[in-house]
C-alpha cells in the first residue's frame, strides 16, 4: 500500500472521528462507536507499519497514525463509560494509553490518565484513582495547562470527599473552582460548584449546601446541560431530605430520576432511585422504600459500583430493622448491615460506616442484645466524630470563608482598577483611606492643553458613532504621550483635552517633561490614522471632511488641585495659571504648540527650540510676549 493510500485512510479516520464526536454529544452511543471502530478498523493493522515515518515525528504519518487510534480507544472509553460499563471502559482506556505512549503526546497522555483514575473512582478504587489522578496533574501542570490542571484537582477533590476528607476536599474543590473562574470555564465552574455544595451537605451545613447547588443549577441551565441540571435537582432533593421536607425532596428526586432515564444515564438514575427509596422510609411508607432500595442495589451491583451497593445495602438493613415495618426482619437487617459494614471498612467510606454501626446498634437494642448494642453505639461516636469533629467543620467554614475573602479581594482590586483610570493612583488610595475632601497646592506645574481645530464644523458633517469613534482615537493616543513622559491627564471637555505634569507627583522638571510631551503629541497628531468599523459601510465620507488638526498650548505657574464632593469624583485643577495656558492653547495656530514665556524660562536650560510669536493681547491676561515650541 503507498503512503498515499495510508494519508487517504488517516484522512477519513479524521472525518469518522468528527462524527463520532458529534454522535456522542447528542447521546447517540451506538452510531458514535460504529464510526469509532471503523476507525480503529482502517488503522490499527497500520499502526504497525516501518515505512510510515518515526513514531516521535509530528509530521510523519505513523504519528498521525498512533493519534487517531488512541484518540479512538479513548472515544470508546467514553461512550462505555456513559453505558456504567467500567470494566471495558478500563480497558479501552488503557489501550487508548499504550498508543499514546508511542507517539509521546503528552497533552493526550494526560487527558488518557484521568480518564483512567475517573474509571477507577467509579470503581470505588479510590488509591488507584488518586494515583492516576496525581499522575495527570504533574503532566498538566508540565505543560503549563491550567484547564487541565483545574479539572484534575476538581477530581481530587471528589475522590477526597467520597473518603469522607471534607477538609481536604474542599481545599482542592475551592483551588480548582478559583482556576475555572480564572479561564471563564462556566462548564467547569458550574460542576465544581455543585461539587462543593455536595460537601456541605455531607457536613450537614444545608444552607451553604443548597446556596452553592442553586448557582450550579442556575449554571447548567444557563449552558443548556441537561445531565448536570439533573444531578444537582437530585442533590437538591438529598438536602431537602436532610432538612425533613419530604415532599419537596421527592418532587426534586423524581424530577432528577425522569431527567436521567431520558438521557440514559443508568448509573445516575440507580442512585436517585435509592434516594427515593430513602424518603419513602421518612415517610414510613416501607413497602415502597424496599421496593425502590432493591431495584437500587441490584442496578449498583450490575454497574459494580460498590460504594452505591455498600450505601444501599446498609439502607436496607436498616429498613428490615424498623419494627413497624410489616416485614421486620431482624436476622435479615443483621445480615445486611454487617455486609455493608465490610463493605465500607474495605472502601473507607467512613460516614457510611458510621451510618451502619448506629443502625445495627439500634437492631441489638431492640433485640435486647445489650452489650453488643453497645460495642456498634461506641464504634459509631467514634467514627463519626472522627469524619464531623468541630475541626473538620472549622477547616470547611475556613474554606468558605477564603473563597469569600478571595472573591471579595479580587472584586476590590477590579474596583480599584476602574477607580485608578479615573483619578490618579494615589489619590485613589487617599480617597480610599477616608480622606475627603482632597486639596492640594503646587508652586509651580505645567499645564497642557490641546483641541481639534474647527471641531464644530466637523461635528456636523459626521454622525455621532463616527464621531465618538474618531474622538476616542484621538484622545487615547493622547493618553499614551502622557503616559510616556510621567503627565497626569485630567479631563477632557468636547473636544479639548487637558494634562498636567507635577501634579499629583511633585517632578522638579515638570517643564521639561511638559515640553517633550507638547513636541511627541503634536507628531502623534499630525501621523494619527485612524481605522472606521467595517460596520460603517461606505468610507467615502471620510474625504469629505477637513483634514484633522490640533492646537496645543502649555504654561507654568502655582495652582491648587484636589477631589471636590461624594459623586463622580473628578480630580481637577484651579488657578490663575490654568487659565493662562487654556488662553495659550485658544491663542494658538493650527499644527502648533504655543507657551508663554514662563514657561519659555522654566525649559531655558535644555535644548529646545522657542520662535518668537511677540506680544500680543491675550484675553483676561492683557500683552503678553508669547513663543511657539518647535523640534530642535
Known sequence: MTNIDIQAKIDTSTELLGEARNFFETSNYDESERCTNEVISLLEPEAERDDVGEEHDKSSQKYAILEAVAHAYNRLNTISQSRSDYSLALQQAETALKFCERNGNLSRKAGLIVNIGNVYSNLSDYLRSLENYDKALAAFEELGDKAGTALVTGNIGNVYNSLSDYPRALEYMVKALATHEELGDKAGTARVTGN???????????????????????????????????????????????????????????????????????????????????????????????????????????????????????????????????????????????????????????????????????????????????????????????????????????????????????????????????????????????????????????????????FTTLSTTITAHQLVHLLNAIFKAADGVMNEFGLEKIKTIGDAYMAVAGAPTRHADHAYRAAQAALKLLEVMKNLVVIFPEEYGDKSWIETIPEIQVRIGVHCGPVAAGVVGENKFLYDLWGDAVNTASRMESHGEAGKIHVSEEFKNAVNEHSFTFVKRGEMDIKGKGIMTTYFLEKV
Open 196 to 454: 462543593i455544595g455536595t460537601v456541605y451537605n455531607y457536613l450537614s451545613d444545608y444552607a451553604r449546601a443548597l446556596e452553592y447547588y442553586g448557582k450550579a443549577l442556575a449554571a447548567y441551565e444557563e449552558l443548556g446541560d441537561k445531565e448536570g441540571a439533573a444531578l444537582v435537582t437530585g442533590n437538591i432533593g438529598i438536602v431537602y431530605a436532610g432538612l425533613s421536607d419530604s415532599p419537596r425532596a421527592l418532587e426534586y428526586m423524581l424530577k432528577a430520576l425522569a431527567a436521567h432515564e431520558e438521557l440514559g444515564n443508568k448509573a445516575d438514575a440507580t442512585i436517585v432511585t435509592g434516594n427515593i427509596g430513602i424518603v419513602y422510609y421518612f415517610l414510613s411508607d416501607y413497602a415502597r422504600a424496599l421496593e425502590y432500595m432493591l431495584k437500587s442495589l441490584v442496578e449498583h451491583e450490575e454497574l459494580g459500583d460498590k460504594a452505591g451497593a455498600a450505601r444501599v445495602t446498609g439502607n436496607i438493613g436498616s429498613l428490615y430493622g424498623k419494627k413497624d415495618f410489616t416485614r421486620y426482619d431482624a436476622v435479615l437487617a443483621e445480615e445486611y448491615l454487617l455486609k455493608a459494614i465490610v463493605m465500607n471498612e474495605e472502601l473507607g467510606t467512613k460516614r457510611a460506616l458510621y451510618d451502619n454501626h448506629k443502625a445495627i446498634a439500634e437492631l441489638y437494642e431492640n433485640e435486647e442484645r445489650w452489650k453488643e448494642a453497645h460495642e456498634y453505639f461506641k464504634k459509631y461516636h467514634e467514627i463519626k466524630d472522627e469524619v464531623q469533629s468541630e475541626e473538620a467543620k472549622k477547616q470547611a467554614e475556613k474554606q468558605d470563608t477564603d473563597r469569600k475573602f478571595a472573591i471579595e479581594r479580587a472584586q476590590a482590586a477590579s474596583e480599584k482598577k476602574i477607580l485608578n483610570n479615573i483619578l490618579p493612583q494615589e489619590i485613589t488610595a487617599r480617597l480610599i483611606k477616608g480622606e475627603n475632601p482632597i486639596a492640594d497646592t503646587f508652586d509651580n506645574v505645567s499645564i497642557l492643553f490641546m483641541d481639534i481645530v474647527d
